[in-house]
């Protein structure tokens, strides 16, 4: 792999420090050999390589899942070279492509972490790197702004790379437990074949965070949770807890699974009784944010799938920042027992902070009662499997890559049909002028959320 190249355009943002070199490290120090190629980071600043390691040396020791080791960094590092070049000069780009050649670096994969109005430009000035077009492509989540800036998008990324070589990452996908969530259905009987409305009266996923938008004020308040969180991330797992069984394991049956799932979405009639919308307080003096913004930073949505399968269920979603936890989780809440002072039973799939199955069941209280209790089980698979031995979400979402295994990314059509019902959403909301209430930070988000499902005699699972 001496001519193979791994180039990361926005090699300085807070993407590449906090995720992808400590994914790079973790990769190198546990001998795997597929990552094991010439890196490449691309920024404007005006940095020599030296210094770009000392800056990226501290984020990989704070970062990283494996111990941090000065020789195994020195080791690392000395595949890594950065090149100062300002990405939005097309010109630049004939450069970059005698610095490849002089260096004999012609399989590439180019990885583009930057904001996605960035990706075209990039595309573009790639058109001057030789051998560039049979490389691979990773592009970070959102892929466009809406349905429109996606297909354009697409059109131009396709007509330059294959569409085998175009991968969309959705880092979710990564997760320990999301993976896992099909071997737990599908291998376990008792889940197996109960999977289905008559036995399920509701499905929540819930995304939420105790952090605000940070430093990302001027992508956030132009995006808002529908299009940061529920188009991508929380519509992906939707569709793994909610598809058929695969005729076989593979990305291809993986992937029509899913897509039927999202062509199945009930189509919104009544936007107030499947969306309410939220923003924390002080949200108007976070950097870079418009004083009158009405961007939502909280979104809760009632949606039902119409099949066989799922007829009458509704699945509630809801994500947002500022809230009393950061946590994401996957509720699966079984219908009433014939029996009145039975609890219904409740599976809970962690999976962050940390991993595992929750299950909540009924039995009689012991001694001369009959009286019924509930019964908690409660697996954890952080403290199950040593975090040291386990790949997080960038590693496995990198060797998936190299390998060509498509069944860790988005493909275009499911990214196509999520936008198209977001932007439907948007539509109806904005049309119907439907308020964004306000919460306070640190709460469980509006008020108006837990009565979107009390109405329906439901209750969020906290």
């Known amino acids: 792999m001496n001519n193979s190249a791994f180039t990361i355009f926005g090699g300085t943002g807070d993407l590449t420090f906090r995720k992808l070199l400590p994914a790079f490290y973790n990769m190198s120090v546990a001998g795997d050999h597929a990552i094991e190629r010439k890196i490449i980071i691309i920024g404007r600043r005006d940095y020599t390589t030296e210094k770009y390691l000392d800056i990226a040396r501290s984020w990989v020791e704070k970062f990283s899942r494996l111990p941090y080791d000065e020789a195994a960094f020195k080791k690392f590092s000395a595949r890594i070279t950065y090149y100062k070049m300002d990405f939005t ?3 630049s780009y004939k450069t970059l492509n005698n610095y490849y050649k002089n260096n004999h670096l012609a399989e590439h994969i180019f990885y583009f972490a930057v904001a996605p109005r960035f990706f075209s430009v990039i595309a573009d000035g790639l058109t001057n790197v030789e051998h560039a077009c049979h490389g691979k492509v990773i592009l970070e989540k959102p892929f466009g702004e809406d349905l429109d800036s996606a297909k354009e998008l697409n059109i131009k990324l396709a007509g330059f790379f294959t569409d085998n070589n175009i991968f969309r990452i959705d880092h979710y996908l990564g997760k320990e437990m999301i993976r896992n969530i099909q071997t737990l259905r599908f291998s376990n009987p008792i889940f197996s074949n109960l999977w289905n409305s008559r036995y399920i009266e509701t499905v929540q ?9 940070e430093t990302r004020g001027g992508y956030y308040d132009a995006s808002g949770a529908l299009r940061d969180m ?15 069984w695969p005729e076989q394991f593979s990305s291809e049956a993986m992937h029509d699974a899913q897509i039927r799932v999202l062509r199945a979405l009930r189509p919104v009639k009544d936007i107030r009784e499947t969306l309410v919308l939220g923003q924390y307080k ?16 909280y979104a809760a949505l009632r949606l039902f799938i119409d099949n066989e ?15 009393s936890s950061r946590e994401i989780k996957i509720a699966i809440i079984f219908r009433p027992s014939f029996l009145e002072k039975a609890a219904q039973n409740i599976l809970i799939i962690k999976v962050q902070p940390s991993e595992g199955v929750y299950l909540q069941f009924n039995i009689k209280k012991p001694g001369d009662t009959d009286e019924i209790i509930q019964a908690k089980m409660d697996f954890c698979q952080s403290d199950y499997v040593n975090r040291l031995n386990t790949p997080e979400a960038y590693e496995r979402l990198m060797k998936a890559c190299i390998n060509d295994n498509k069944s860790w990314f988005s493909q275009w059509d499911q990214i196509e049909l999520s936008w198209n019902f977001i932007d439907r959403l948007h539509e109806l909301y904005k049309w119907e002028n439907l308020p964004v209430f306000r919460y306070e930070p640190g709460s469980n988000g509006p008020a108006q959320a837990d009565e979107l499902l009390s109405k329906f005699g439901h209750e969020w699972i906290d």
Do not use: C
């Open 89 to 91: 000069d097309i010109s």
């Open 205 to 213: 996923i819930s995304a939420s965070e105790d952090m605000g938008i």
């Open 230 to 244: 529920v188009q991508n991330h929380l519509f992906q797992i939707l569709s793994i807890v909610a598809m058929e």
């Open 282 to 297: 002080g949200y108007h003096q976070e950097k870079l944010v418009k004083p009158n913004s009405t961007t939502e930073t």
């Open 309 to 323: 399968r799922w007829w009458g269920t509704p699945f509630y979603i809801r994500t947002g920042k500022k809230l």
